[in-house]
């Protein structure tokens, strides 16, 4: 099974509501980073967390870890149509140099 | 430009084919991968390579074979032994051999179909 799982599967809203998906994984980690894929697209990095931190910001992203719960989110506040893509959250295995992704939450905004 | 190239873009097989799917990088990356991509799905790892001459198996590399001769290329052959070849496959590289505190960058893929 993979480590990491992300939750909802699908996420639909209308522009200027807020985003919230979840992951959550099963062992250590160093860290969880997140990714979104627009359709048909390569995935293009958004923001990484380590294992020591508990929030980080960039822009309208703000991501959380609680590494008691193995779980993630990932907040985008006031989305935009542009945000519509899939997000994937990403965790290695503890002393390994793999990354796992989960299956992706699909995110459409509405205009 | 800095980045991944990925080509083709769209490939075709036919049945019992080899085909090659090609992977370039000026990044000065250390670190590639190779990564399969079902509909609906996440990525699945096939092969990884930390340094050029060296490379390792993921989770998914039966019918699959690597080589890094050169530090920018990691190409990637998908051969008759792979029973259901079809999907979108996309290289990454990142930075750091050891994957630690690292992100990775994508190509744009290749989307890979069994005629």
């Known amino acids: 099974s993979q480590q990491g799982e992300e939750d909802p599967q699908a996420l639909s809203i209308q522009e200027g509501e807020n985003a919230t998906m979840n992951c959550s994984y099963k062992t250590s980690i160093n860290n969880l980073q997140w990714y979104r894929q627009n359709s048909g697209r390569g995935l293009v990095h958004l923001i990484l967390i380590r294992s020591n931190e508990r929030e980080k910001h960039s822009g309208r992203l703000r991501v959380t870890l609680d590494t008691s719960k193995k779980s993630s989110s990932l907040l985008i506040t006031a989305s935009r149509a542009a945000d519509t893509a899939s997000y994937f959250c990403a965790t290695d295995l503890y002393n390994f140099n793999k990354f796992y992704f989960g299956s992706g939450t699909k995110l459409n905004v509405k205009p | 430009d800095g980045g991944i190239t990925q080509s083709p873009k769209y490939l075709f097989r036919k049945e019992g084919q080899n085909v090659t799917l090609s992977c370039e990088q000026n990044?000065?990356?250390?670190?590639m991968y190779w990564y399969r991509q079902d509909p609906g799905q996440g990525l699945r790892l096939i092969y990884y390579?930390?340094?050029?001459?060296?490379?390792q198996k993921g989770d998914i590399a039966e019918g699959y074979s690597v080589s890094r001769e050169k530090k920018e290329s990691f190409p990637l052959t998908v051969t008759s032994a792979q029973k259901n070849p079809t999907a979108f496959y996309l290289c990454?590289?990142?930075?750091?051999?050891?994957?630690?505190?690292?992100?990775?960058?994508f190509g744009p893929g290749t989307r890979l179909t069994v005629l």
């Open positions: 990454a590289s990142s930075i750091d051999p050891r994957g630690l505190y690292n992100e990775q960058f």
């Open positions: 990044l000065n990356h250390d670190a």
């Open positions: 390579s930390q340094i050029v001459n060296d490379f």
